[in-house]
């Protein structure tokens, strides 16, 4: 499995920026998605996770702001994010947990990252 992030880049603060995720490979169900991040100095925090049911998680610092979704046809998660601050220029990592069809048990893939960049 290998996901494939993209989107990121340099924006005004008050910009927007929309990240997309998309896995390929012998996939056979995915459960949660999620964006994380890393900003130069700082642990890799998690940003938004979306379960398999819908249901929606938010680091309190990106509520309102961040919305998180996903395309179960398309095994893809999106991190759409407006309102953007200085303080969320981090490189972005998505993650999916995934069942192969060889397998019966789920495993957590990670991206290669994204940069963001937000300036004052």
């Known amino acids: 499995v290998q996901l494939q992030a993209s989107g990121g880049g340099l924006v005004q603060a008050g910009g927007s920026l929309r990240l997309s995720c998309a896995a390929s490979?012998?996939?056979?169900?995915?459960?949660?998605m999620g964006w994380s991040r890393q900003a130069p100095g700082k642990q890799r925090e998690l940003v938004a996770r979306i379960n398999s049911d819908g249901s929606r998680n938010y680091v309190d610092s990106v509520k309102d702001r961040f919305t998180i979704s996903r395309d179960n046809a398309k095994n893809t998660v999106y991190l759409q994010m407006n309102s953007l601050k200085p303080d969320d220029t981090a490189v972005y990592y998505c993650?999916?947990?995934?069942?192969?069809?060889?397998?019966?048990?789920?495993?957590?893939?990670w991206g290669q990252g994204t940069l963001v960049t937000v300036s004052s």
């Open positions: 490979g012998n996939i056979a169900s995915i459960n949660s």
């Open positions: 993650n999916q947990v995934v069942r192969v069809h060889t397998s019966t048990y789920f495993q957590n893939y």
